[in-house]
C-alpha cells in the first residue's frame, strides 16, 4: 500500500466547475507538498503547507494534520488546468522536506 | 532570476553507454535533489546533495549510479552502462534550506530513452 494515496485517480470536468483532490497519508510528516506537471513538462510546486490552509488564485489547499488529509480545490476551473496534480510529503526528521513520498497522480482534464 | 535549469531535456542513449544529466539550482540554493519518474509510475527520491557533500542517497541504486555536486558548475546525475530499465524522466528540484518553510522549485526534467 502507497504511503499517500490520492483519489480521484482521473477527474473530467467542464470549464467553471468547482474541482476538489484529495490525498491521504500514513506517515508523520513536517510539509505536504501540491505539484503540478503538464503531460511531458515540468513540474511546478503549487503550495507547500504544515498546517490550516493556503490560497494563491483560484487555487486552495487544506490540511488535517489528525486526520492526515489534504485537498486541494480548484475554483472556476479552466481548460489551462488540465494537469496531473501530484500531492507529495516530506519526512518530519528535523524537519526536511528534500525526501518526498510522493502519489501517483491526480490527471486533470477540464473540458471547454 | 532564472529557474532551476536542467540538460538536455532529452537524451537517447544505447544500452551500455553512460549518461549524464545536468542540474543548475536556482541561484543561491545550496541543496539540489534528484528524483526519478518511471513510466506509468509516481516520482521517488533518488539523492539529495548539497555543494561538495552527498547528503543522502538511500533512493539511489547502488550499482552504475552515482550524483556529484561540485563547488564550481552543476549537479550531475551519472548513469553508467545504461539499460532500457533506465528509461525515465529524471527531475531536479532545488532549495535555499532544508526546513519546512524553504519551498522546492524543480527543473523541467531530463527524459532519458534507453534504446
Known amino acids: 500500500k502507497n504511503e499517500v494515496e490520492q483519489s480521484p485517480q482521473n477527474l473530467t470536468a467542464q470549464e467553471g466547475e468547482f474541482i476538489t483532490i484529495n490525498c491521504s497519508y500514513s506517515?508523520?510528516?513536517?510539509?505536504l507538498h501540491w505539484l503540478q506537471q503538464h503531460p511531458g513538462g515540468g513540474i511546478v510546486s503549487l503550495f507547500m503547507?504544515?498546517?490550516g490552509k493556503k490560497k494563491h488564485g483560484r487555487l486552495i489547499a487544506t490540511i488535517n494534520i489528525q486526520e492526515k488529509h489534504s485537498s486541494l480545490h480548484i475554483t472556476a476551473s479552466h481548460p489551462r488546468d488540465s494537469a496531473v496534480y501530484i500531492c507529495?510529503?516530506?519526512?518530519?526528521?528535523?524537519?526536511?522536506?528534500?525526501?518526498?513520498?510522493f502519489g501517483k497522480g491526480t490527471l486533470l482534464t477540464v473540458n471547454p | 532570476n532564472a529557474g532551476v535549469m536542467q540538460n538536455p531535456r532529452h537524451l537517447v542513449r544505447r544500452r551500455g553507454q553512460e549518461a549524464r544529466l545536468r542540474c543548475s539550482p536556482m541561484k543561491g540554493h545550496s541543496h539540489v535533489y534528484w528524483y526519478r519518474q518511471l513510466p506509468e509510475e509516481g516520482l521517488k527520491f533518488m539523492v539529495y546533495l548539497q555543494k561538495e557533500n552527498i547528503i543522502d542517497e538511500s533512493g539511489m541504486p547502488k550499482e552504475r549510479f552515482s550524483a556529484e555536486f561540485p563547488k564550481e558548475g552543476p549537479s550531475i546525475l551519472r548513469i553508467q552502462q545504461v539499460v532500457r530499465g533506465d528509461s525515465a524522466a529524471y527531475f531536479c528540484?532545488?532549495?535555499?534550506?532544508?526546513?519546512?518553510?524553504?519551498?522546492?522549485?524543480f527543473g523541467n526534467g531530463t527524459r532519458l530513452t534507453v534504446t
Open positions: 528540484a532545488s532549495s535555499w534550506g532544508t526546513s519546512y518553510n524553504s519551498p522546492l522549485h
Open positions: 506517515v508523520g510528516i513536517s510539509a
Open positions: 503547507l504544515s498546517s
Open positions: 507529495a510529503v516530506g519526512g518530519d526528521s528535523g524537519g526536511s522536506n528534500y525526501k518526498l513520498t
